[in-house]
């Protein structure tokens, strides 16, 4: 079962019917009025901060095996959404589950290890009133083999909803992660 779809009322809500208010011009019979709301503030300085600096401790996580850590940063309810692999993750448990994996596999040399790094200037912040923020931005990822360079094997775009706790932390509920390209021979 997919829980992104009651994401889709906040993408339309910003126009609403209602009836008018002191000061408002009144509707045609038999038509509502017009409400218009204004989009949430702009994001802070410090969000940005925040968040930039959450999203690197959120990759070293990932990428370094520290699953202590990747579970302090993942709501219970997380979902992960890949244009490769669809729904790789369903709760916070299985996400973090799949990344012990994943380590697993490097450990034993099936599979490489990776980094991850944010492209400059790509990301932006928006805040989601109520909510938290949405951090979108593009990322390359590199294998890492002892003795050589690190090679770019692909890069993609993301889009991470952060939820802001009531205790003022912050916790990654919803990730999708598309347009990935393979690195070319010489990039």
């Not at 968040?51 to 979902?79: H, P, Q, Y």
């Not at 805040?127 to 938290?132: I, Q, S, W």
Request: glycine content about 10%; some cysteine.
């Amino acid at each position: 079962m997919t829980r992104l779809l009651p994401v889709v009322p906040l993408l339309i809500s910003g126009v609403t019917c209602a009836t008018t208010t002191p000061g408002e011009a009144a509707a045609p019979p038999g038509a509502a009025a017009i409400r218009l709301h204004p989009g949430a503030e702009p994001p802070s300085p410090e969000l940005v901060a925040q968040l930039e600096e959450l999203d690197l401790k959120l990759f070293d996580a990932v990428f370094g095996c520290r699953l202590d850590t990747l579970a302090s940063l993942i709501a219970e309810d997380f979902e992960f959404v890949h244009d490769k692999w669809g729904q790789t993750a369903d709760s916070g448990p299985a996400f973090v589950e799949s990344v012990r994996q994943g380590c697993e596999k490097q450990k034993t040399g099936e599979n490489f290890t990776a980094r991850r790094e944010l492209v400059p200037g790509t990301m932006t912040v928006h805040v989601l009133k109520g909510y938290g923020a949405m951090q979108m931005g593009t990322h390359r990822f590199f294998a890492l083999q002892p003795g050589r360079p690190d090679r770019l094997t692909e890069t993609g775009k993301f889009i991470d909803l952060w939820k802001k706790q009531q205790d003022g932390s912050w916790k990654l509920a919803r990730v999708i992660s598309y347009d990935h390209r393979l690195a070319q021979a010489g990039d």
